[in-house]
Protein backbone atom coordinates (compact mmCIF):
# COMPACT_ATOMS: atom_id res chain seq x y z
CA UNK A 1 0.00 0.00 0.00
CA UNK A 2 2.90 2.50 1.03
CA UNK A 3 5.00 1.69 -2.03
CA UNK A 4 1.77 2.71 -4.13
CA UNK A 5 1.14 5.57 -2.49
CA UNK A 6 4.57 6.70 -3.33
CA UNK A 7 4.43 5.70 -6.51
CA UNK A 8 1.70 7.83 -7.44
CA UNK A 9 3.35 10.78 -5.60
CA UNK A 10 6.32 10.19 -7.90
CA UNK A 11 3.88 10.79 -10.75
CA UNK A 12 2.19 13.81 -9.61
CA UNK A 13 5.78 14.90 -9.41
CA UNK A 14 6.87 13.92 -12.55
CA UNK A 15 3.32 15.37 -14.25
CA UNK A 16 3.64 18.33 -12.56
CA UNK A 17 7.32 19.15 -13.78
CA UNK A 18 6.95 18.37 -17.01
CA UNK A 19 3.93 20.93 -16.80
CA UNK A 20 6.04 23.59 -15.45
CA UNK A 21 8.67 22.71 -18.34
CA UNK A 22 5.85 22.87 -21.32
CA UNK A 23 4.11 26.13 -19.85
CA UNK A 24 7.40 27.78 -19.56
CA UNK A 25 8.74 26.69 -23.27
CA UNK A 26 5.08 27.53 -24.57
CA UNK A 27 5.67 31.42 -23.07
CA UNK A 28 8.91 31.77 -24.60
CA UNK A 29 8.25 29.90 -27.69
CA UNK A 30 5.36 32.51 -28.27
CA UNK A 31 7.45 35.26 -26.91
CA UNK A 32 10.57 34.38 -28.58
CA UNK A 33 9.85 32.13 -31.36
CA UNK A 34 10.48 28.70 -31.61
CA UNK A 35 13.83 28.57 -33.33
CA UNK A 36 15.52 31.56 -31.12
CA UNK A 37 14.41 30.08 -28.06
CA UNK A 38 16.97 27.77 -26.64
CA UNK A 39 16.81 24.66 -24.13
CA UNK A 40 18.53 26.65 -21.88
CA UNK A 41 16.43 29.32 -21.85
CA UNK A 42 13.72 27.06 -21.22
CA UNK A 43 15.26 25.45 -18.33
CA UNK A 44 15.54 29.17 -16.28
CA UNK A 45 12.42 30.34 -17.01
CA UNK A 46 11.06 26.70 -15.55
CA UNK A 47 13.79 27.02 -12.89
CA UNK A 48 15.01 23.76 -13.11
CA UNK A 49 18.65 22.65 -14.94
CA UNK A 50 19.05 22.23 -18.53
CA UNK A 51 19.52 18.25 -17.88
CA UNK A 52 16.47 17.88 -16.15
CA UNK A 53 14.73 18.90 -19.45
CA UNK A 54 16.39 15.95 -21.32
CA UNK A 55 14.94 13.45 -18.58
CA UNK A 56 11.48 14.32 -19.54
CA UNK A 57 11.82 15.37 -23.44
CA UNK A 58 14.79 14.59 -26.07
CA UNK A 59 14.61 17.85 -27.93
CA UNK A 60 12.94 20.60 -28.45
CA UNK A 61 10.93 18.92 -31.10
CA UNK A 62 10.18 16.76 -28.21
CA UNK A 63 9.15 19.82 -25.99
CA UNK A 64 6.90 21.37 -28.94
CA UNK A 65 4.69 18.28 -29.49
CA UNK A 66 4.29 18.11 -25.57
CA UNK A 67 3.04 20.97 -26.09
CA UNK A 68 0.10 19.63 -27.99
CA UNK A 69 -0.76 17.19 -26.53
CA UNK A 70 -0.85 18.74 -22.91
CA UNK A 71 -3.34 21.53 -25.01
CA UNK A 72 -5.32 18.07 -26.03
CA UNK A 73 -5.78 16.81 -22.82
CA UNK A 74 -6.72 20.44 -21.73
CA UNK A 75 -8.55 21.32 -24.62
CA UNK A 76 -11.18 18.00 -24.62
CA UNK A 77 -14.84 18.97 -24.52
CA UNK A 78 -16.40 16.10 -23.78
CA UNK A 79 -17.36 16.34 -20.06
CA UNK A 80 -18.68 20.26 -20.61
CA UNK A 81 -21.05 19.16 -23.25
CA UNK A 82 -22.61 16.15 -21.24
CA UNK A 83 -23.50 18.24 -18.40
CA UNK A 84 -24.91 21.58 -20.61
CA UNK A 85 -28.24 19.44 -22.06
CA UNK A 86 -30.48 20.61 -18.92
CA UNK A 87 -29.41 24.38 -20.45
CA UNK A 88 -31.45 25.98 -23.12
CA UNK A 89 -29.71 26.45 -26.29
CA UNK A 90 -28.78 30.08 -25.74
CA UNK A 91 -27.68 29.24 -22.61
CA UNK A 92 -25.39 26.15 -23.56
CA UNK A 93 -23.91 28.43 -26.22
CA UNK A 94 -22.87 30.99 -23.43
CA UNK A 95 -21.54 28.21 -21.46
CA UNK A 96 -19.43 26.98 -24.00
CA UNK A 97 -18.08 30.53 -25.50
CA UNK A 98 -16.68 31.40 -21.66
CA UNK A 99 -15.13 27.61 -21.22
CA UNK A 100 -13.16 28.38 -24.74
CA UNK A 101 -12.44 31.62 -23.36
CA UNK A 102 -11.23 29.94 -20.01
CA UNK A 103 -9.34 27.47 -21.99
CA UNK A 104 -8.10 29.93 -24.38
CA UNK A 105 -6.74 32.27 -21.51
CA UNK A 106 -4.82 29.60 -19.48
CA UNK A 107 -3.51 27.86 -22.62
CA UNK A 108 -2.81 30.90 -24.82
CA UNK A 109 0.77 30.92 -24.71
CA UNK A 110 1.16 27.54 -25.75
CA UNK A 111 -1.87 28.09 -28.67
CA UNK A 112 0.73 30.54 -29.82
CA UNK A 113 3.34 29.36 -30.27
CA UNK A 114 1.66 25.73 -31.63
CA UNK A 115 0.30 28.09 -34.18
CA UNK A 116 3.18 29.79 -35.11
CA UNK A 117 4.64 26.39 -35.83
CA UNK A 118 1.98 24.82 -37.88
CA UNK A 119 2.61 26.53 -41.18
CA UNK A 120 6.21 25.36 -41.43
CA UNK A 121 5.59 22.10 -39.31
CA UNK A 122 3.54 19.42 -41.42
CA UNK A 123 3.84 17.07 -38.57
CA UNK A 124 2.83 19.12 -35.82
CA UNK A 125 0.28 20.20 -38.24
CA UNK A 126 -1.48 17.04 -39.13
CA UNK A 127 -1.15 16.30 -35.21
CA UNK A 128 -2.83 19.74 -34.40
CA UNK A 129 -5.69 19.04 -36.68
CA UNK A 130 -6.49 14.92 -35.40
CA UNK A 131 -5.39 15.26 -32.33
CA UNK A 132 -7.24 18.62 -31.48
CA UNK A 133 -10.05 20.28 -33.84
CA UNK A 134 -11.44 16.64 -35.41
CA UNK A 135 -12.19 15.67 -31.53
CA UNK A 136 -13.76 19.11 -31.06
CA UNK A 137 -15.43 18.77 -33.92
CA UNK A 138 -16.94 15.42 -33.54
CA UNK A 139 -18.24 15.77 -30.13
CA UNK A 140 -19.92 19.16 -31.27
CA UNK A 141 -21.47 17.81 -33.89
CA UNK A 142 -22.63 15.19 -31.79
CA UNK A 143 -24.21 17.51 -28.70
CA UNK A 144 -26.27 20.02 -31.82
CA UNK A 145 -27.07 16.38 -33.57
CA UNK A 146 -28.11 16.12 -29.77
CA UNK A 147 -30.24 18.83 -29.60
CA UNK A 148 -31.64 18.72 -32.55
CA UNK A 149 -33.75 15.59 -31.94
CA UNK A 150 -34.60 16.90 -28.91
CA UNK A 151 -36.32 20.04 -30.55
CA UNK A 152 -34.32 22.42 -28.95
CA UNK A 153 -32.84 24.05 -32.26
CA UNK A 154 -34.34 23.83 -35.86
CA UNK A 155 -33.02 21.29 -38.37
CA UNK A 156 -29.34 22.54 -39.71
CA UNK A 157 -26.05 20.26 -40.37
CA UNK A 158 -24.13 19.85 -37.28
CA UNK A 159 -20.87 19.19 -39.06
CA UNK A 160 -21.12 22.55 -41.03
CA UNK A 161 -22.82 24.10 -37.60
CA UNK A 162 -19.80 22.56 -35.56
CA UNK A 163 -17.03 24.20 -37.98
CA UNK A 164 -18.60 27.51 -37.61
CA UNK A 165 -18.79 27.59 -34.25
CA UNK A 166 -14.93 26.29 -33.96
CA UNK A 167 -13.84 28.61 -36.58
CA UNK A 168 -15.38 31.86 -34.79
CA UNK A 169 -13.27 30.83 -31.51
CA UNK A 170 -10.34 30.20 -33.51
CA UNK A 171 -10.61 33.83 -34.81
CA UNK A 172 -11.46 35.50 -31.73
CA UNK A 173 -8.47 34.17 -30.30
CA UNK A 174 -6.41 35.07 -33.29
CA UNK A 175 -7.55 38.25 -33.13
CA UNK A 176 -6.38 38.39 -29.42
CA UNK A 177 -2.85 37.09 -30.21
CA UNK A 178 -2.52 40.45 -32.75
CA UNK A 179 -3.05 42.84 -30.23
CA UNK A 180 -7.08 43.27 -29.97
CA UNK A 181 -7.46 44.06 -26.66
CA UNK A 182 -11.30 44.31 -26.73
CA UNK A 183 -11.45 40.73 -27.10
CA UNK A 184 -10.19 39.84 -23.72
CA UNK A 185 -11.89 43.23 -21.87
CA UNK A 186 -15.06 42.88 -23.55
CA UNK A 187 -15.56 38.77 -24.02
CA UNK A 188 -18.95 39.03 -22.00
CA UNK A 189 -20.63 41.70 -24.40
CA UNK A 190 -18.73 39.64 -27.17
CA UNK A 191 -20.26 36.59 -26.09
CA UNK A 192 -23.74 37.79 -25.70
CA UNK A 193 -23.73 39.46 -29.25
CA UNK A 194 -22.80 36.57 -30.63
CA UNK A 195 -24.78 34.54 -29.33
CA UNK A 196 -27.95 36.78 -30.18
CA UNK A 197 -26.65 37.26 -33.88
CA UNK A 198 -27.00 33.71 -33.89
CA UNK A 199 -30.65 33.57 -32.09
CA UNK A 200 -32.19 36.50 -33.68
CA UNK A 201 -30.08 37.68 -36.83
CA UNK A 202 -29.34 40.74 -37.28
CA UNK A 203 -32.38 42.38 -39.37
CA UNK A 204 -33.99 45.43 -37.26
CA UNK A 205 -37.02 44.68 -35.34
Given at each position: METTIQASRRERRI?????????????????????RTTTKDIAEAADVSEGTIYNYFISKDDLLFGIMTELTESGKLGEQLQSSYLEGPREFLLTILQQRYEFLQKNGDMLQAVLSEILVNPELRRRYYEELIIPSQELLEHHLRERIERGQIRLIDPSIAARILLAMLSGLFILQVVGDSVIRSEWETIAQLLTDILFEGVAPG
Open positions: AARKSTILYAAGRLFAEKGYH
